[in-house]
């Protein structure tokens, strides 16, 4: 189409405004799955970080709580036995440490009392010692040890002499495990009663230390020939076949503890069996060196071990028991 402009300057083609043209079904349609693909993309990006930081948030926390049980059973291991300076050994005085197998509400006693079965087999751990006391008072402590409760442990129970003269020692601390009121198993210590910052033998509670402990195994290695060296590791059921003064030959105590996370994995693998020992040497037991996770479990599991020497010498090793 041709016309003629105001200044007679020709010019062709159409020169009608043009209408605004929407878009085909076609284009809304491939925009729309383009945005979609978009938003699941973004979506399942956000879900994989989300995973990786819940991951990594548990497993600090699994190996915050694993090293801190494993500092704690340590602690009272190596505490076992501990008496004042110049505290006379006697023979009748109770082996420092002393431990049943599979062993559910504990009692505290010469040796250990199970009233049931342990969670997942627990084993349960009894350890006696001694703290320190003001010069005036040996029945209040100077603050300078603790035992599993964080109370401080003075050289003598109230009402009771010193260790020097009865023999006995002023704490007993009994480590064991439970389900808590929401039926997460826990480590649990029971330990004596205070009263005026005094220990009250005969009296005992229990407070919870670390949750998520799944089972605690233990392993006694026992010196047989005098020279000061384990020489095997036993279960707690052979020590005590051998007789109560057997927990005297007690040098070494191997810990194995199984900790869970709090978050399910997603599309966990069937949980593998978890080794809690080394395989047995000669005369060693062979059981309890495996945990094996329930059936369709998809926490997250790790296994917190060590061997501890018992620093402070049983009493049989200067008088006879």
């Given at each position: 189409?041709?016309?003629?402009?105001?200044?007679?300057?020709?010019?062709?083609?159409?020169?009608?405004?043009?209408?605004?043209?929407?878009?085909s079904?076609?284009?809304?349609?491939?925009?729309?799955?383009?945005?979609?693909?978009a938003?699941?993309?973004?979506?399942?990006?956000?879900h994989?970080?989300?995973?990786?930081?819940?991951?990594?948030?548990?497993?600090?926390?699994?190996?915050?709580?694993?090293?801190?049980?494993?500092?704690?059973?340590?602690?009272?291991?190596?505490?076992?036995?501990?008496?004042?300076?110049?505290?006379?050994?006697?023979?009748d005085?109770?082996?420092?440490?002393?431990?049943?197998?599979?062993?559910?509400?504990?009692?505290?006693?010469?040796?250990?009392?199970c009233?049931?079965?342990?969670?997942n087999?627990?084993?349960?751990?009894?350890?006696?010692?001694s703290?320190?006391?003001?010069?005036?008072?040996?029945?209040?402590?100077?603050?300078?040890?603790?035992d599993?409760?964080?109370y401080a442990?003075?050289?003598?129970?109230?009402?009771?002499?010193?260790?020097?003269?009865?023999?006995?020692?002023?704490?007993a601390?009994?480590?064991?495990?439970?389900?808590?009121?929401?039926?997460?198993?826990?480590?649990?210590?029971?330990y004596?009663?205070?009263?005026?910052?005094?220990?009250?033998?005969g009296?005992?509670?229990?407070?919870?230390?670390?949750?998520?402990?799944?089972?605690?195994?233990?392993?006694?290695?026992?010196?047989?020939?005098?020279?000061g060296?384990?020489?095997?590791?036993?279960?707690?059921?052979?020590?005590?076949?051998?007789?109560?003064?057997?927990?005297?030959?007690?040098?070494?105590?191997q810990?194995?503890?199984?900790?869970r996370?709090?978050?399910?994995?997603?599309r966990?693998?069937a949980?593998?069996?978890?080794v809690?020992?080394?395989?047995?040497?000669?005369?060693?037991?062979?059981?309890?060196?495996?945990?094996?996770?329930?059936?369709?479990?998809?926490?997250?599991?790790?296994?917190?071990?060590?061997?501890?020497?018992?620093?402070?010498?049983s009493?049989?090793?200067?008088?006879?028991?």
């Amino acid at each position: 189409m041709r016309r003629l402009c105001r200044h007679g300057i020709r010019i062709w083609g159409d020169t009608r405004p043009k209408r605004p043209r929407g878009f085909s079904l076609i284009e809304l349609m491939i925009g729309l799955a383009l945005g979609m693909l978009a938003g699941a993309l973004a979506a399942s990006a956000f879900h994989a970080v989300q995973v990786a930081y819940r991951a990594a948030v548990d497993l600090v926390l699994l190996e915050e709580r694993g090293q801190r049980a494993i500092a704690v059973v340590s602690h009272l291991i190596r505490h076992g036995g501990w008496r004042p300076p110049g505290a006379t050994a006697l023979p009748d005085t109770p082996p420092a440490l002393s431990g049943r197998d599979d062993c559910g509400q504990p009692g505290i006693a010469a040796q250990p009392t199970c009233a049931r079965r342990g969670v997942n087999g627990s084993d349960a751990l009894l350890v006696r010692f001694s703290g320190s006391g003001r010069a005036q008072d040996p029945t209040l402590p100077d603050q300078t040890m603790t035992d599993c409760s964080g109370y401080a442990l003075p050289a003598a129970s109230a009402g009771g002499d010193a260790i020097g003269s009865s023999g006995t020692y002023a704490g007993a601390n009994l480590l064991y495990v439970a389900n808590g009121a929401d039926g997460e198993p826990q480590l649990l210590c029971r330990y004596s009663s205070r009263r005026d910052g005094r220990v009250q033998q005969g009296n005992w509670t229990s407070g919870a230390l670390v949750r998520g402990l799944e089972t605690m195994q233990l392993r006694y290695g026992i010196d047989t020939d005098g020279d000061g060296k384990a020489d095997m590791f036993l279960r707690a059921e052979e020590i005590r076949a051998r007789g109560e003064a057997a927990w005297h030959e007690v040098r070494v105590v191997q810990v194995a503890l199984v900790l869970r996370g709090e978050r399910p994995l997603p599309r966990a693998a069937a949980a593998a069996a978890l080794v809690l020992f080394p395989p047995p040497g000669p005369g060693a037991h062979g059981g309890d060196l495996v945990f094996d996770p329930p059936p369709g479990s998809t926490l997250m599991r790790r296994v917190f071990s060590t061997s501890v020497r018992l620093r402070n010498a049983s009493p049989c090793v200067e008088t006879l028991c």
